[in-house]
């Protein structure tokens, strides 16, 4: 009895700033004429991508007495598409997203997320609405822009996208991760060690800094960008040591959606990792016609750090994972 983790870990000034912070997102938005929409957390499909872990239960009831697997959202994206394809237009949506990972100075198991999606928009387009709001809600410079090819090569002096296993191993021994490189056999878990553990603590440090322009294998819901099949037309945004957003010109094509679900299935079976049933309302919505657009997730909880200098997540949120 009598222990302090019944307080709130962020201080109530911080909530409270937390709070006009979130407002002011939300003008941002109803001023561009982008709707606001709330999905389910609980779905019966969930992520597949190898490098992500969702939470799961499950329902027991009506039309389930055998019960159904659910699993915690670790983003609102297909339901969000599920939308688009219906009709919706422009929509944008914060939440609750949940990923049964690391905790840490940047990571809470169940955090808040920003996602909108611009119908009409490409990658590029949607880079300058991130800018927009990033200018507006922490009063910084405009983004600098930077290819992951160049990022990359200016560190190792390499190209990422052509650059064999052998060599993206001598590159992690030569930065100390021989123990995690000397077995590994896929070359995007390499570059994705060389480029979070490298790269990224060199960009975005005065400015923030949009990395695009991935490797066509890392491209996730991306479409494989048409005048270099090497690159997906993907994009992260990095500020101060922190990934804010990850986003994509939409993959709009069901067949290769379905494609790359079940080759990460197929991956995961190879790695020992748990089948994930692949989201088939999102492929038949894709099917079905979702508009070309663009779309994004935004860290909110990382965005507050930054825009009231706070070192920790706990810091910025009501209650941590040690305090839920």
């Given at each position: 009895?009598?222990?302090?983790?019944?307080?709130?870990?962020?201080?109530?000034?911080?909530l409270?700033?937390?709070?006009?912070?979130i407002?002011?997102?939300?003008e941002?938005?109803?001023?561009?004429n982008?709707?606001?929409?709330?999905?389910p957390?609980?779905?019966?499909?969930?992520?597949?991508?190898?490098?992500?872990i969702?939470?799961?239960?499950?329902f027991?009831?009506?039309?389930?007495?055998?019960?159904v697997p659910l699993?915690?959202?670790?983003?609102?994206?297909?339901?969000?598409?599920?939308l688009?394809?219906?009709?919706?237009?422009?929509?944008?949506?914060?939440?609750?997203?949940?990923?049964?990972?690391?905790?840490?100075?940047?990571?809470?198991?169940?955090?808040?997320?920003?996602?909108?999606?611009?119908?009409?928009?490409?990658?590029?387009?949607?880079?300058?609405e991130?800018?927009?709001?990033?200018?507006?809600?922490l009063k910084?410079e405009?983004?600098?822009r930077?290819?992951?090819q160049?990022a990359?090569?200016?560190?190792f002096?390499?190209?990422p996208?052509?650059?064999?296993?052998?060599?993206?191993?001598?590159?992690?021994?030569?930065?100390?991760?021989?123990?995690?490189?000397?077995?590994?056999?896929?070359?995007?878990t390499?570059?994705?060690?060389?480029?979070?553990?490298?790269?990224?603590?060199t960009?975005g440090?005065?400015?923030?800094?949009?990395?695009?322009?991935?490797?066509?294998?890392?491209?996730?819901?991306?479409?494989i960008?048409k005048?270099?099949?090497q690159?997906?037309?993907?994009f992260e945004?990095?500020f101060?040591?922190?990934?804010?957003?990850?986003?994509?010109?939409?993959?709009?094509?069901?067949?290769?959606q379905?494609?790359?679900?079940?080759?990460?299935?197929?991956?995961?079976?190879?790695?020992?990792?748990?089948?994930?049933?692949?989201?088939?309302n999102l492929?038949d919505a894709?099917?079905?016609?979702?508009?070309?657009?663009a779309?994004v997730?935004?860290?909110?909880?990382?965005?507050?750090?930054?825009?009231l200098?706070q070192?920790?997540?706990?810091?910025?949120?009501?209650?941590?994972?040690?305090?839920?």
């Open positions: 009895m009598n222990s302090p983790l019944w307080q709130p870990s962020a201080s109530i000034k911080n409270k700033k937390r709070a006009e912070i407002r002011s997102i939300r941002f938005f109803y001023q561009r982008v709707m606001e929409v709330e999905t957390s609980l779905s019966q499909a969930s992520v597949t991508d190898i490098h992500l969702s939470f799961n239960t499950e027991l009831g009506p039309n389930y007495s055998n019960g699993y915690l959202q670790t983003s609102p994206e297909y339901a969000m598409k599920r688009l394809a219906g009709g919706s237009g422009a929509i944008f949506q914060i939440s609750k997203a949940f990923r049964n990972e690391e905790s840490g100075k940047h990571h809470n198991p169940e955090f808040s997320m920003l996602e909108w999606y611009r119908p009409g928009f490409d990658h590029f387009d949607l880079m300058d991130i800018d927009s709001l990033m200018q507006a809600i910084c405009k983004a600098q930077i290819t992951y160049a990359f090569g200016s560190i002096n390499t190209n996208l052509t650059a064999s296993l052998e060599t993206l191993k001598q590159l992690c021994e030569q930065h100390g991760f021989e123990n995690i490189a000397k077995d590994e056999t896929d070359k995007d390499l570059l994705q060690l060389l480029f979070s553990m490298v790269v990224e603590p960009i440090q005065e400015q923030p800094c949009f990395i695009y322009d991935f490797p066509a294998s890392q491209a996730a819901l991306a479409k960008n005048d270099n099949p690159v997906a037309d993907r945004l990095y101060k040591n922190m990934e804010l957003a990850n986003g994509f010109n939409e993959l709009t094509d069901a067949n290769e379905l494609n790359r679900f079940e080759s990460d299935n197929l991956k995961r079976k190879d790695m020992g990792l748990a089948q994930v049933p692949a989201d088939l492929i894709l099917a079905s016609g979702m508009p070309e657009c779309g997730a935004l860290g909110i909880d990382r965005l507050i750090m930054l825009a200098e070192s920790q997540i706990k810091d910025v949120i009501s209650f941590d994972i040690e305090r839920a």
